[in-house]
């Protein structure tokens, strides 16, 4: 299937330190899922992406889908030992055919209290 | 409750032993999936299932079978488990297709010796 990188692949913060992590595509996508995996658990929905340019936020995270829908982008404001976690995001790609979902390998944050 | 449901939670087998993980959801969803997550990898596909009778390979089905006889059952099946299929495995379901939701069990724990 199609991949798409996400990075980076481990983030340690400070709390209160701001986090991002990134999915890059090489194609266009039709939409981006994200999704956080607390330790111990099952991967649990955030939020579904589908416009060009477009920017949604749940409380301190924020999220951004590209222009030219190739990349995407959480950002977490302030970051809280509850945001322990990986965090991985789920392209879906433009066009007809497989109804295969790829997810990228995920970006494992650790917070310092 | 809406749920996934996955079982058993933990299984250790030895190699060439046949065996079955089950997974049942109680949405009506259309669409079912199962992966397994390795250190570094991420979640990869293994299978996915559209509607009752229609399954299809996702990036590693090898080593690996399933069935959707009903709509709410989605098993996965090991005719003969080898070492590298020791993994975490989890089973998802959404609506319909990968443009939804995509709802997770809690995972089932294999180790195959």
């Known amino acids: 299937g199609q991949q798409v990188m996400q990075i980076p692949q481990y983030q340690h913060v400070q709390e209160g330190e701001d986090f991002t992590t990134y999915c890059n595509s090489s194609t266009t996508l039709s939409n981006i899922q994200w999704y956080k995996q607390r330790p111990g658990g099952h991967p649990v929905f955030l939020i579904q992406l589908v416009k060009s340019g477009e920017v949604k936020k749940q409380k301190r995270l924020t999220f951004q889908f590209g222009e030219a829908k190739k990349n995407s982008s959480l950002h977490i404001t302030a970051t809280q030992t509850t945001d322990v976690g990986t965090y991985f995001c789920?392209?879906?790609?433009?066009?007809?055919?497989?109804?295969?979902?790829?997810f990228g390998k995920g970006t494992k944050l650790s917070v310092i209290p | 409750e809406a749920q996934v449901t996955q079982n058993p939670r933990y299984l250790i087998t030895v190699t060439g032993k046949k065996l079955t993980v089950t997974c049942s959801q109680n949405?009506?969803?259309?669409?079912m999936s199962w992966y397994r997550q390795d250190p570094g990898l991420g979640l990869r596909q293994i299978y996915y299932?559209?509607?009752?009778?229609?399954?299809d390979k996702g990036d590693v089905p090898e080593g690996y079978k399933v069935s959707r006889k009903e709509k709410r059952n989605f098993p996965l099946i090991l005719e003969s488990p080898s070492p590298n299929q020791t993994s975490l495995y989890f089973c998802a379901s959404s609506l319909s297709g990968r443009s939804y939701e995509q709802y997770f069990g809690p995972g089932t724990r294999l180790t195959v010796t």
């Open positions: 299932s559209m509607n009752v009778e229609v399954t």
């Open positions: 949405m009506n969803h259309e669409y």
């Open positions: 789920a392209p879906s790609y433009s066009g007809a055919g497989s109804y295969q979902l790829t």
